[in-house]
C-alpha cells in the first residue's frame, strides 16, 4: 500500500537549538530541513519551545519566516499530563526538565516515525524512552 501524496510520511521535531539553529540557517540543520521537505515530513515545534528562542536578540524576521515554515504545536492539556507522566516515569523533575518534557510528548503524539534535533539527546531520549530518533545538532 502507498501513502498518500497529501499525507506526511512522519515528524521532523525542533526543540530550542534546532529552532534556533534554523532561524540561523545553521548548514546543518537546513540540510534536515530540506530532507524533510523532500521526504515530505510534518516539520514541529512545540510552543513551549517558543519561551526558550524568543530573546530580545533574536533576527525576529527570520524568526517569522522559520515558523511560517513549520507547526508550532500547541501545550495542551493532554500534552501537559503527557509531559508529567514521562518526567515520573523516568525519575525526572523540576523546571530543569518542564520543557524538555513538553517537547517530548508534543513529539510522541506526532504522527511517526519521529525524529527530534536537539542539542540535549540524553534527556530527550530519556523521556521519550526509544519511540523517537534523537540527533544531537
Keep these: 500500500m502507498t501513502r ?3 499525507a506526511p510520511g512522519g515528524t521532523l521535531v525542533l526543540d530550542s537549538e534546532g529552532l534556533a539553529k534554523a532561524v540561523l540557517r545553521d548548514r546543518t540543520v537546513t540540510g534536515w530541513l ?7 515530513l510534518r516539520v514541529i515545534a512545540s ?3 517558543l519561551v526558550e528562542v524568543v530573546h530580545a536578540r533574536i533576527n525576529r524576521p527570520a524568526l ?6 513549520l507547526v508550532v504545536e500547541p501545550v495542551s492539556e493532554p500534552i501537559a499530563r503527557h509531559a508529567a507522566a514521562l ?4 525519575g525526572l523533575h523540576g523546571h530543569k526538565y518542564a520543557i524538555d518534557a513538553m517537547v517530548s ?14 542539542s540535549d539527546p540524553e534527556d530527550l531520549t530519556a523521556l521519550c524512552g526509544g519511540r523517537a530518533t534523537v540527533i544531537k545538532i
Excluded: K, M, N, Y
Design 87 to 90: 518526567l515520573a516515569d523516568t
Design 34 to 40: 530540506a530532507l524533510a521537505r523532500a521526504d515530505d
Design 47 to 49: 510552543a513551549a519551545t
Design 4 to 6: 498518500s501524496p497529501a
Design 64 to 69: 517569522e519566516w522559520t515558523l511560517s515554515r
Design 105 to 118: 510528548a508534543t513529539a510522541l503524539a506526532a504522527p511517526g516515525p519521529v525524529t527530534i534535533l536537539t
